[in-house]
C-alpha cells in the first residue's frame, strides 16, 4: 500500500527502513533517499513505527 504519495513510498519500503534502523520519519525518507514533502503520511508513518518490533540491539540494550 502506498503510504506517502509524493514520494511513492510503500509500506513495505517503509517497514524495510525500520528493520534497517529508522526509528523517525525523517529517518525513514533519509534510508529511502528522499524527503518529506506534505508531511500527510506522518501520522501513517509513526504508526508503522510504533507497530514494528524493536530490532535486537535495542532490545538487548534494554531500550
Known sequence: ???C???GLTDAQIRGAIAAGASRPKE???A???NAQCGCCTGTM???IRDQPAPPS???AGN
Open 5 to 7: 504519495l509524493c514520494n
Open 58 to 60: 535495542e532490545i538487548a
Open 46 to 48: 509513526l504508526s508503522i
Open 1 to 3: 500500500m502506498y503510504v
Open 32 to 34: 529511502c533517499n528522499c
Open 28 to 30: 525513514v525518507y533519509a
